[in-house]
């Protein structure tokens, strides 16, 4: 028997014995384990578990089909521990049941079940795990399991990171153009450094870290809490629809880059072929970013998670996350998948085009090709709104330089881009 068969065999024995708001007929045949009456089909993939692999820990895909959701897959990273291989895919089937069978019941019922709670319900009843906080999805149906939590021996319980905290913050910012999603957040205790989180959306689709996650709670000297969420975007909700156009410039952005002498050129037929033209705007200004964060991020950079917006209605935006903006961390994602299939030379060129790549790439070359790049420190970047009034690129630009002032002022490196 394979690992993926062993381990959905392990989950639907965890789940038999759960029974309860679990329960219903299982089948499990030829690697497929339908679970809840067949409403859900599961299928599994194990991976290798990194630098750090040794035997007793295991790295696995579990995917569930929502056969009244269009068949829409959910995907859950799960990393299994153990004395043995066979303990680790035990761990990881405990860890299924446990936190991703519940929101994905729950959602599928439309009631917390399994101590899931349902977000964003004011005046929420509690008992009936309703609550009022949006764990960082708001206007979202979306429901959130139980959290797991490891190695907390001292400082706060990590039942205190409760729903006021958003642990999924950006998730919906994040997600693919479709319309169910499963994320997972892990919340990391690193002591007097504070708490980091990592999420994930749909698997590896979307990986993200904030080093200074706000848990507003002192940070104890190690520990580590996961807890996973489904949401749902409305179904009429145009944001689906546009999300699909916004990766479809992306791509086409991207394929078609090493074919213009310039980016203004490359915009110009887009915009004739019937994209977006706001949409090409955002390629240009905002995935480019992306594209050459992701780069160059293994070098250690201080880029700003921020960016300075100058809105065509006169505003001018300060410290925006990146993050919460889908031109930027869909094309993070996308990018990962094109630097598997677009050719080396292409997809170098498409990284090095933003302005801070090539603000690097000139800090390389004054320093001789020996540069510390972990010395370097980035200043938000300006992104004006197409048509932007120049009034408000200069407030903005303005807004720019007193920062840049400040940090010559602390002695501290700097690089300026708009």
């Known amino acids: 028997m394979s690992d993926a068969s062993r381990l959905l065999e392990l989950i639907e024995t965890c789940v038999v014995e759960h029974g309860g708001d679990l329960g219903g007929w299982t089948r499990l045949?030829?690697?497929?384990?339908?679970l809840f009456d067949g409403r859900i089909t599961l299928r599994a993939e194990l991976r290798d578990a990194g630098p750090a692999a040794r035997e007793g820990v295991i790295h696995a895909h579990v995917f569930a089909t929502l056969h009244e959701y269009d068949d829409e897959a959910l995907d859950a990273c799960l990393f299994g521990m153990g004395d043995d291989h066979e303990g680790a895919l035990k761990q990881a089937a405990v860890i299924w049941t446990t936190a991703v069978a519940g929101p994905i019941r729950s959602f599928l019922d439309d009631r917390p079940v399994c101590m899931t709670c349902r977000t964003g319900v004011p005046g929420g009843d509690t008992s009936a795990g309703e609550v009022e906080g949006d764990y960082g999805l708001p206007g979202l149906r979306a429901f959130v399991g139980p959290a797991i939590s490891r190695a907390f021996d001292d400082g706060p319980s990590p039942a205190s990171l409760d729903d006021t905290k958003p642990w999924f913050r950006y998730a919906a910012e994040s997600a693919a153009p479709r319309r169910v999603h499963l994320a997972k957040a892990s919340v990391v205790a690193r002591g007097k450094d504070g708490w980091l989180r990592e999420l994930e959306i749909d698997g590896h689709d979307v990986s993200h870290k904030d080093p200074d996650w706000p848990a507003e709670a002192r940070a104890p000297k190690f520990g580590y809490s996961t807890r996973f969420a489904v949401f749902e975007f409305p179904p009429d909700s145009p944001e689906v629809a546009r999300r699909a156009e916004l990766e479809r410039?992306?791509?086409?952005?991207?394929?078609?880059?090493?074919?213009?002498?310039?980016?203004?050129?490359?915009?110009?037929?887009?915009?004739?072929?019937?994209?977006?033209?706001?949409?090409?705007?955002?390629?240009?200004?905002?995935?480019?970013?992306?594209?050459?964060?992701?780069?160059?991020?293994?070098?250690?950079?201080?880029?700003?998670?921020?960016?300075?917006?100058?809105?065509?209605?006169?505003?001018?935006?300060?410290?925006?996350?990146?993050?919460?903006?889908?031109?930027?961390?869909?094309?993070?994602?996308i990018a990962?998948?094109?630097?598997?299939?677009?050719?080396?030379?292409?997809?170098?060129?498409?990284?090095?085009?933003?302005?801070?790549?090539?603000?690097?790439?000139?800090?390389?070359?004054?320093?001789?090709?020996?540069?510390?790049?972990?010395?370097?420190?980035?200043?938000?970047?300006?992104?004006?709104?197409?048509?932007?009034?120049?009034?408000?690129?200069?407030?903005?630009?303005?807004?720019?330089?007193?920062?840049?002032?400040?940090?010559?002022?602390?002695?501290?490196?700097?690089?300026?881009?708009?």
């Open 29 to 34: 045949d030829d690697g497929a384990l339908q």
């Open 249 to 333: 410039t992306i791509r086409r952005f991207a394929e078609d880059f090493a074919k213009h002498e310039t980016a203004e050129s490359l915009m110009q037929d887009l915009i004739a072929q019937g994209f977006d033209p706001d949409l090409v705007h955002e390629c240009e200004s905002i995935a480019t970013m992306a594209f050459g964060r992701l780069f160059f991020e293994s070098a250690g950079i201080q880029y700003a998670p921020t960016v300075i917006r100058a809105r065509r209605d006169g505003r001018v935006e300060a410290d925006v996350p990146l993050m919460s903006i889908p031109a930027y961390s869909r094309a993070r994602a």
């Open 336 to 418: 990962a998948r094109l630097r598997e299939t677009m050719p080396e030379e292409e997809f170098r060129s498409l990284c090095l085009y933003h302005a801070e790549s090539n603000g690097i790439l000139k800090a390389l070359e004054s320093a001789g090709g020996n540069l510390d790049f972990t010395r370097l420190k980035f200043h938000p970047c300006l992104v004006p709104d197409r048509d932007a009034s120049p009034e408000t690129v200069a407030a903005a630009h303005a807004l720019l330089q007193e920062r840049i002032a400040r940090g010559r002022k602390a002695g501290k490196p700097w690089w300026k881009f708009w």
